[in-house]
């Protein structure tokens, strides 16, 4: 949950703005539908308020409730689905970042009675995996919070049958990312089954993709390793001066690139 720690209220608040709107902007969220949250620390969440359209909100429209879903701080009421959002940082607590939107297709797939669990193309397997199909229920009641907890602690998304989508991630970001591709890969199975001719991926060609991104997990775990290793301190003399010049220059490009999403 590096995102508590690193983000002071003031970030988290300009950072469910910004994300509020980027799902507005996608047409994930229309009227005043979806709800976000992240924690703010290991006993409180900041919350988008009920009755708000995502791409309206300002930070200072945010409540804060605590983990029985307890308002403790805001002038707005909560969202009414603030139970889903407890269930989900309960059963994992690796989640900083809870989204909750009706991405179109992923929410027609929902509506059809039909889960995201055929791996169609390599994506699937390497970011999400399977996106099940929660239950009907009812939605702002206890019951949406029951149908999605036995899906939270395997999955990294889930549909909800009749009503939408549900990501969360170490950060609003992640959060944010896995929703995007939810959406994405509902997309790539509807048109697979226009074309009528779907090929899913055969069990060993999901099986070597597995320990692919296994690998790629390991590596880029032992690269953050290495650059906190190195930010502690002065740089090692093996450390390639072009690798920093060219580090550098990503890191300009990626801070210009994040700098166009929309703020408040």
């Excluded at 390497?126 to 229920?137: D, H, I, K, S």
């Excluded at 949406?144 to 009749?162: K, Q, R, T």
Aim: aromatic share 4%.
């Amino acid at each position: 949950m590096s995102e508590k720690k690193n983000l002071t209220e003031h970030e988290l608040r300009r950072d469910l703005v910004r994300f509020s709107k980027w799902l507005s902007r996608l047409g994930f969220t229309p009227g005043t539908s979806g709800n976000l949250s992240v924690r703010l620390d290991d006993q409180r969440l900041l919350v988008t308020p009920t009755g708000a359209s995502k791409y309206l909100l300002t930070p200072t429209d945010m409540v804060i409730v605590d983990l029985q879903g307890r308002q403790l701080a805001g002038t707005r009421k909560v969202t009414s689905e603030v139970s889903m959002h407890l269930a989900v940082y309960q059963h994992r607590e690796d989640v900083a970042a809870v989204i909750h939107s009706h991405p179109p297709i992923a929410t027609a797939f929902a509506c059809a009675g039909r889960a995201l669990d055929e791996m169609f193309c390599q994506e699937a397997v390497m970011t999400l995996g399977v996106v099940p199909l929660a239950r009907y229920a009812t939605t702002g009641t206890e019951e949406v919070a029951d149908s999605i907890i036995p899906f939270i602690p395997g999955h990294e998304a889930i549909l909800m049958a009749n009503h939408g989508a549900v990501s969360y991630g170490t950060s609003l970001l992640e959060a944010f990312l896995k929703m995007e591709t939810v959406e994405h890969l509902a997309h790539i199975a509807l048109i697979t089954h226009q074309l009528g001719s779907a090929l899913p991926l055969h069990a060993d060609q999901i099986e070597h993709l597995h320990r692919a991104k296994a690998k790629y997990v390991k590596n880029s775990n032992d690269i953050s390793n290495a650059e906190r290793s190195a930010g502690s301190g002065r740089l090692s003399d093996e450390r390639n001066p072009n690798d920093l010049a060219r580090t550098k220059k990503e890191i300009t490009v990626f801070s210009s690139a994040a700098s166009h999403l929309p703020l408040s």
